[in-house]
């Protein structure tokens, strides 16, 4: 089947301080997040790219076979294509190189936060992914979510509805 592009807003540059709610799928779907060890490893990659690519990464959400993320750029230059680009070839290279074949795949999905639309809500969704998975009874039960930018606890805090 030939590779299909996902459509991206036209007229918008996705460049400079946005908000963006982006989502990779493993290859062929395999649950390949289910343990601390390989989750550490593309968070490490993870948190490399964002540094080096001036994004802020609100929250994160590792399922069995995706990657939910909420990142914010940091810089007039900060451009989601080039930091999609790195992130993803820098933790399929350690991924092949610790557990062989293919990590993601092709392309990604992304939703650019209008004005309007809250973080704190996008947050919200993303880490009660798991919940409406079936994979904990609460959001704080989850151990492959958080935020590279405040602890668990602040990120729980913002997202909670008693606030």
Known sequence: MPFKPVPRLRGFDYCGPHRYFVTFCTH?????????????????????????????????CYMPDHLHLLVEGCAVDATLAQFVRSFKQRSAFHWKQRAGGTLWQRSYYDHVLRDDESTRDV?????????????????????YLGSMTMSIGDLLLSVSDDR
Request: proline letters at 6%; glycine letters at 4%; charged letters at 20%.
């Open 28 to 60: 062929a779907r395999q649950p390949y997040f289910q343990s601390g060890d390989a989750v550490s490893l593309i968070a490490a990659q993870l948190l490399r790219t964002a540094t080096d690519h001036a994004f802020a990464v609100i929250a994160y």
């Open 123 to 143: 947050a919200r969704y993303i880490l009660e992914n798991p919940l409406r998975a079936g994979l904990a009874a609460r959001v704080e039960d989850y151990p």
